[in-house]
């Protein structure tokens, strides 16, 4: 009862009975304005040394908010500091013409539509998330048809469409065409694979034109589907004593986490904010898993071969995107998420995946969006590498390892020997402190 409870609670919101959900709590639920500001807990206070580094994040929570934008350029303050206007009852905020160029870009964190956050029975799962899309449905769905609560905010004035990025079908294809007709750059594969590939990306220029943030949302959550489905099949085979490869399920592990920042990213950037997208991006990833399963089932190197389809589309897409969008992504700070994978103190998972490179040799920056997407690219080019190696495992039988592996073991030759060397000389001060009268 009470999540039908919470549903009504939700649909009423939207609807302007209950207009103040952008200002208070809301008891059972909260819709998400789905705004392109940043709002922050005022229970929470917010680093100052991130607020001058521009690294802005939004989080729509149930209690008063901040929400931050920055100043006009003609203002005497420095443009790159947030103003923060707050009375006792709700927070605005300036918003200057050149906010989204010259100041911090406000990125979505923690909406209404995400995941849940702690584990429970799949029956509490499926209401929970039932709960959270039906506002998304109904608030959509009049949208349509002109019916909306006076917070409500058009989508072009919110993630990701008021970014105002771009990306030109016809430009990804003839990246494509030109990578195909290089030495080396035709993925060989069988003719269903290829047929199956050219279908998926036809569906991707209709279903997202114009809309290159939620097309890389949806390339991104299809993206990791492949690596859950090999080490499924990985761990099938080790239990039934046919195959055991832990150096490969070790490698398919980090592919997986390295997607799943890229999937981070995309959603801090409001690429999941449609609730159409949603549903198709999640029926379709579980579509896909069966279907990587069945391949792999009957052909590894299949399965390895379309992989490596999707990943070189993927290089081909965002390399297009980086040259029409260069001048603006320069402009903006990357996300949070961003900084916390890319910059991170440990980052063995992240080399963990590029078997062609060694450990500690890649350290890419990321001080704009630019350097994010650029990043990005430059993953899904290991990612296609890792797969080629793969097809040769299963093709060859030459083992894929980790990079840290190839190393002797996961400390490394030269950090393994100072060890021992450490070691030998505590032993020998200790027998010699023993020995002595």
Not at 146 to 154: A, E, L, N, V, Y
Not at 330 to 335: A, D, F, G, M, V
Not at 421 to 434: F, G, P, R
Request: net charge negative.
């Amino acid at each position: 009862m009470r999540y039908y409870l919470s549903f009504l609670a939700s649909s009423s919101c939207f609807l302007g009975l209950r207009t103040s959900y952008c200002k208070t709590a809301v008891s059972a639920f909260q819709i998400d304005p789905l705004t392109s500001r940043t709002k922050y807990s005022s229970s929470v206070p917010y680093p100052q040394n991130r607020i001058t580094n521009n690294l802005g994040r939004s989080s729509f929570l149930k209690s008063n908010t901040f929400l931050f934008s920055a100043q006009d350029e003609n203002n005497q303050n420095d443009a790159s500091t947030p103003t923060i206007i707050q009375d006792s009852t709700t927070t605005t905020t300036t918003s200057p013409s050149n906010a989204v160029d010259k100041g911090p870009l406000l990125y979505m964190e923690n909406s209404s539509y995400s995941d849940g956050t702690r584990p429970a029975n799949a029956f509490v799962l499926a209401v929970n998330n039932f709960v959270r899309q039906g506002s998304s449905i109904l608030q959509e769905a009049f949208a349509e048809i002109g019916i909306t609560g006076k917070d409500f905010i058009p989508p072009s004035e919110r993630l990701p469409d008021c970014l105002g990025f771009t990306l030109d079908s016809e430009a990804v294809k003839e990246a494509a065409r030109r990578r195909e007709s290089s030495q080396g750059g035709k993925v060989e594969t069988n003719p269903a694979s290829r047929a199956l590939y050219d279908l998926g990306c036809f569906a991707l220029d209709e279903l997202f034109e114009n809309r290159p943030i939620a097309r890389f949302w949806f390339l991104e959550i299809v993206a990791r589907i492949p690596y859950f489905a090999y080490i499924s099949m990985l761990h099938l085979y080790e239990s039934l004593g046919w195959w055991r490869v832990p150096e490969l399920r070790k490698v398919h592990n980090a592919e997986e986490y390295n997607e799943l920042h890229h999937l981070l990213i995309m959603e801090a950037l409001g690429g999941n904010a449609r609730w159409r997208d949603r549903f198709l991006g999640y029926h379709g990833a579980v579509l896909y898993y069966w279907l990587v399963i069945g391949l792999f089932f009957f052909s590894p190197k299949a399965a390895y071969e379309f992989m490596e389809l999707l990943e070189s589309h993927a290089v081909d897409t965002y390399s297009t995107f980086l040259k029409e969008n260069e001048e603006k992504l320069k402009t903006l700070p990357p996300p949070m998420v961003a900084l916390s994978y890319y910059k991170a103190t440990n980052l063995y998972l992240f080399d963990d995946f590029q078997v062609s490179k060694k450990p500690n040799t890649r350290r890419p920056p990321c001080d704009t969006l630019y350097d994010v997407f650029r990043n990005i690219n430059d993953d899904e080019a290991e990612h296609v590498k890792t797969m080629k190696a793969c097809k040769d495992y299963s093709r060859l039988g030459k083992v894929v390892v980790s990079p840290h592996m190839t190393l002797g073991d996961d400390i490394g030759v030269t950090e393994k020997r100072k060890a021992w060397l450490k070691w030998s000389e505590e032993t020998n001060k200790s027998v010699d402190e023993n020995q002595s009268p």
